[in-house]
Nanobody, 125 residues
Framework: EVQLVESGGGLVQAGGSLRLSCSTS????????IGWFRQAPGNGRDGVAS????????FYKDSVKGRFTVFVDKAKNTVYLEMKDLKEEDTSVYYC??????????????????WGQGTQVTVSS
């Protein structure tokens, strides 16, 4: 059974940092791309960052470049999202998802067939 479990969310002040984890199981990790997405109330799901596990190539939404870093620990089948200089507009539920064939790295509506349950990130002023 494919499973993705996010953790690490919480409440942080603007300018602070958080590290999210996406622990995976049930599939051949190195064959996949793992993406991070977020969804705020009333909004659609939005791609934040992704990493192709085979070669660790990364992709980022423009508004998080330089602040967020996605990286992988292959020994643990886990992908992380390091978030720094957090802003109020980063407040969302954050999800990780897995794609076997990745054509659009940050599009949540294409390719990503397996999703975690999400973790809340709240950035206060």
């Amino acid at each position: 059974e494919v499973q993705l479990v996010e953790s690490g969310g919480g409440l942080v002040q603007a300018g602070g940092s958080l590290r999210l984890s996406c622990s995976t199981s049930g599939f051949n990790f190195e064959d996949y791309t793992i993406g991070w997405f977020r969804q705020a109330p009333g909004n659609g799901r939005d791609g934040v960052a992704s990493i192709r596990i085979s070669d660790s190539r990364t992709f980022y939404k423009d508004s998080v470049k330089g602040r967020f870093t996605v990286f992988v620990d292959k020994a643990k089948n886990t992908v992380y999202l390091e978030m720094k200089d957090l802003k109020e507009e980063d407040t969302s539920v954050y999800y990780c998802a897995a794609a076997f064939v990745m054509t659009t790295p940050l599009n949540p509506y294409v390719d990503y067939g397996h999703w975690g349950q999400g973790t809340q990130v709240t950035v206060s002023s």
